[in-house]
């Protein structure tokens, strides 16, 4: 699974379709620019922010009721398994994220990876709120994207490794459900 996400997020990243990353990106980080997007943007984007999963994860594993609990371990074996697979993919493909050529750790986006993971764990407890979770994580995806620290196709391939590797991972939900402390 590792080894083909890696070829997908190279193959997404191949010269023909880095014109293209750039030209979205531009349009969201320069012409999309306001006052008020400025305020709301770092907002939604620390919903990204793996240590507002891994506290909420700690909080609801430890005190949560018995649903409450199952859901924290949902999420944060999701978490674990779509945050190793980002920092493995990020390792491997090296990509200079837009601003900052100097940090080569722009592919798959982390936050994007952690949103989307979240949302699929949290939809899969709670499918009456999918659309909710879902817009939250796309709005942290646009959030990257806008504040400058992610090409388009690195928030595409961070959700991507954070829906698939969250849907394998509810493909054990018994096992990690039986977990006991």
Known sequence: MTAAL????????????????????????DDLSSA???DIVPVINDFGSSKYVIGAVLLT?????????????????GFA???????A?????????????????????GHAT??????TALAHRYPRWRFAFYTVAGGV?????????????????????GVGMTRLVLGHEQRILSVSF
């Open 6 to 29: 890696a070829l997908m997020a190279l193959v997404i990243w191949a010269t023909p379709t880095m014109a293209a990353d750039r030209y979205l990106f531009d349009r969201i980080h």
């Open 36 to 38: 008020v997007l400025d």
């Open 61 to 77: 594993t430890v005190l949560g009721n018995d649903e409450l609990r199952g859901t924290g371990l949902l999420v944060g074996a």
């Open 81 to 87: 398994a779509s945050a190793l697979t980002t920092v």
């Open 89 to 109: 993919l990020k390792r491997s493909i090296g990509r200079s994220r837009p601003l900052n050529p100097e940090d080569s750790y722009s592919m798959p986006s």
């Open 114 to 119: 952690v949103a989307f993971s979240a949302a």
């Open 141 to 161: 995806a646009f959030a990257r994207v806008y504040l400058g620290r992610h090409y388009p196709s690195d928030v595409l391939v961070g959700a991507a490794v």
